[in-house]
């Protein structure tokens, strides 16, 4: 099983513009470096900081520029909408189908555009580390962008092992990141990509705090 997803490194340069991407891909912008104003089709224009993102509706016409030099991350993924369900009682239910691009009624996502410590942090039972969640968990939306705090020290409490891809990138400091049964020291600049159900953990090493973004699809069949 192949990735869902496309995750890359976009470096801007001076007085640069991005592209569209394909009909029925959505994409989600997240600035590591520099600035970029992002405008949609209706003229309204956010300036993009470091640690600023914003996601883009499949089809929604956008243009990125940047002035200056600028680094994002980015990622695209071919829209799938929620499954269609058929109630034939109170206590029965029968999903039909999942498909490319054509949302339900009521089931659309649109674009945000937020910052990172806008966003609360979020309880995580068990563990240490802290939680934000860029986008909704609402079910329009078919995959989540975390990011993740972690001090000097602290590590996952438990080995996961889930049906869920992620695309991660390691923003800040340094640690160990276990995949299957093999070992990795990661730094800021580091990037992975975890298959559904690779047995994963991390833990932080260095004297700085470690964070890291992390791409997770959600809401959707896994097959």
Same mark, same amino acid.
């Given at each position: 099983? +192949? =990735?869902?997803?496309? /995750?890359?490194?976009? $470096? /801007?340069?001076?007085?640069?513009?991005?592209?569209?991407?394909?009909?029925?891909?959505?994409? *989600?912008?997240?600035?590591?470096?520099?600035?970029?104003?992002?405008?949609?089709?209706?003229?309204?224009?956010?300036?993009? /900081?470091?640690?600023?993102?914003?996601?883009?509706?499949?089809?929604? $016409? @956008?243009?990125?520029?940047?002035?200056? =030099?600028?680094? %994002?991350?980015?990622?695209?993924?071919? *829209?799938?909408?929620?499954? =269609?369900?058929?109630?034939?009682?109170?206590?029965?239910?029968?999903?039909?189908?999942?498909?490319?691009? !054509?949302?339900?009624?009521?089931? *659309?996502?649109?674009?945000?555009?937020? =910052?990172?410590?806008?966003?609360?942090?979020?309880?995580?039972?068990?563990?240490?580390?802290?939680?934000?969640?860029?986008?909704? &968990?609402?079910?329009?939306? #078919?995959?989540?962008?975390?990011?993740?705090?972690?001090?000097? +020290?602290?590590?996952?409490?438990?080995?996961?092992? @889930?049906?869920?891809? @992620?695309?991660?990138?390691? %923003?800040?400091?340094?640690?160990?990141?276990?995949? +299957? #049964?093999?070992?990795?020291?990661?730094?800021? +600049? #580091?990037?992975?990509?975890?298959? &559904? *159900?690779?047995?994963?953990?991390?833990?932080?090493?260095?004297?700085?705090? !470690?964070?890291?973004?992390?791409? $997770? #699809?959600?809401?959707?069949? &896994?097959?």
């Amino acid at each position: 099983m +192949g =990735s869902h997803f496309v /995750m890359y490194l976009s $470096k /801007m340069q001076e007085n640069s513009k991005s592209g569209l991407p394909p009909n029925d891909v959505e994409r *989600f912008l997240f600035v590591v470096q520099g600035s970029a104003a992002l405008t949609n089709a209706s003229g309204a224009h956010h300036q993009l /900081m470091v640690d600023s993102y914003a996601y883009l509706a499949p089809n929604s $016409k @956008h243009s990125l520029e940047c002035d200056a =030099s600028a680094t %994002l991350v980015v990622f695209e993924r071919r *829209f799938v909408s929620p499954p =269609s369900v058929i109630n034939f009682d109170a206590s029965a239910s029968l999903v039909l189908s999942e498909h490319r691009y !054509s949302p339900l009624e009521n089931h *659309f996502t649109k674009q945000i555009v937020g =910052s990172t410590d806008q966003q609360p942090l979020l309880e995580t039972p068990g563990e240490v580390f802290e939680l934000r969640k860029l986008l909704p &968990p609402s079910l329009p939306y #078919d995959f989540n962008i975390h990011i993740m705090d972690f001090q000097p +020290g602290e590590f996952l409490n438990v080995k996961e092992v @889930h049906y869920n891809q @992620h695309g991660l990138l390691l %923003l800040e400091g340094q640690g160990i990141y276990r995949l +299957g #049964d093999s070992w990795y020291p990661v730094q800021s +600049g #580091d990037a992975i990509w975890m298959a &559904p *159900f690779v047995p994963q953990w991390y833990a932080a090493l260095g004297k700085t705090r !470690s964070r890291y973004l992390l791409y $997770k #699809d959600v809401n959707r069949n &896994p097959l």
